[in-house]
């Protein structure tokens, strides 16, 4: 199958790209019914949130993770609690050279003021050795580690009624040793717990029948305020085009909250649209190389656009198509919006710039096809 990877039904030549995709996260709330479990937690969290702010600057002075733990485990005596929040700051990190690359700015400044704590999940240690979750008849009890005299928070977690089974499933298996579960803790109006699900296990119990299409492939352009779909047959004809606007998520004051729903809708209402015509491959753009644009020449409107979360609404894609049983292919976003080639498109199919974006990327996912079917 050459270079070519499928991980569930996501297609790509990428295998870092599939990274993005291995977890999906279950949000839940977190109840502490004695005062000094609260305390304590909230500690445990103080502590952390310091951890990934201090290794953040041992990672901007070239310290590996060994040097980090080594230097902060005074504050926070663990190394499950210390090896996760050193990849919280790599990863912010990672972001920051990404915004300071694309937009130019000399240094981004990371203003980490909100309490969290986290532990990446591993099989072996029965799904998490800091953060466990117990189910029990009405709820799921979750044992936190508490490092400085290694007792345990005690706290109940309480999940939308369609995920328990799933993850009664899941810390059954953790039982047996055969899948890990990572958890954030979090405080907003009140504690919330996040537990990451594997993907598969996720698919198991929300994803609908596939349903057999016409091999219609879609390529999606997502953009701060609309979403375009260009479908082509095997032969790279197009079949079918359609334009999913949320102008207004760019207006000046419009909530973020709001926009990420409304977005995220008409996301999904374009993948429903794609199912109900017959389409069996979505394409989109990898993760892993997504840019920052700048479309206008409005301030004011380019800082909402560069806002504008692609990354978050492509996993939101991804895992929607998945669940409604189409294959995911994933393309190098490469050239798909200023390039000699694109403006090619735009003369030769009379399509407009966005609509040429989501021809060459539902394109670059038909080569792909036909490449792993060799």
Not at 187 to 215: A, D
Not at 260 to 285: M, P
Request: overall charge positive.
């Amino acid at each position: 199958m050459s270079s070519y990877q499928i991980a569930g039904k996501v297609i790509t030549d990428n295998p870092r790209a599939l990274e993005n995709y291995k977890f999906v996260t279950i949000n839940g709330k977190l109840v502490l019914d004695n005062p000094l479990d609260h305390m304590k937690l909230v500690r445990l969290a103080r502590a952390y949130s310091i951890v990934v702010r201090k290794s953040l600057n041992l990672i901007w002075g070239g310290h590996s993770h060994k040097e980090a733990t080594k230097l902060l485990y005074n504050i926070l005596p663990n190394y499950v609690y210390l090896e996760t929040a050193f990849k919280n700051a790599k990863a912010i990190a990672e972001n920051i050279r990404f915004y300071e690359e694309n937009l130019g700015k000399d240094r981004v400044l990371a203003n980490i003021r909100r309490f969290w704590v986290a532990s990446r999940g591993n099989k072996w240690d029965r799904g998490n050795r800091n953060i466990k979750l117990i189910p029990r008849d009405t709820h799921f009890e979750v044992l936190i580690k508490y490092p400085w005299d290694s007792s345990w928070i005690k706290a109940k977690a309480f999940f939308g009624k369609r995920f328990i089974p799933l993850l009664r499933e899941l810390t059954q298996l953790a039982n047996e040793k055969k899948e890990g579960y990572g958890i954030v803790v979090s405080f907003r109006e009140h504690p919330r717990i996040h537990v990451q699900v594997p993907l598969w296990l996720y698919l198991k119990y929300f994803s609908t029948p596939k349903q057999e299409g016409y091999g219609l492939i879609a390529g999606f352009d997502i953009n701060s305020d609309r979403v375009n779909v260009v479908v082509l047959d095997g032969n790279g004809s197009i079949v079918a085009m359609k334009t999913f606007w949320y102008s207004e998520t760019v207006s000046h004051g419009f909530p973020r909250d709001r926009a990420k729903w409304v977005r995220l809708n008409a996301l999904s209402d374009a993948l429903g649209w794609c199912r109900r015509i017959g389409v069996d491959y979505i394409v989109f753009e990898e993760l892993t190389k997504i840019k920052i644009k700048k479309y206008v020449s409005n301030p004011s409107i380019n800082r909402k656009i560069s806002k504008f979360p692609k990354k978050q609404v492509l996993v939101h894609g991804v895992i929607k198509a998945l669940k409604l049983g189409l294959t995911v292919v994933l393309v190098n976003p490469r050239g798909t919006s200023n390039s000699v080639t694109h403006r090619q498109i735009m003369r030769e199919k009379g399509l407009d710039r966005h609509m040429a974006s989501a021809y060459i990327i539902a394109y670059r996912g038909l080569k792909v096809i036909r490449n792993n079917q060799k």
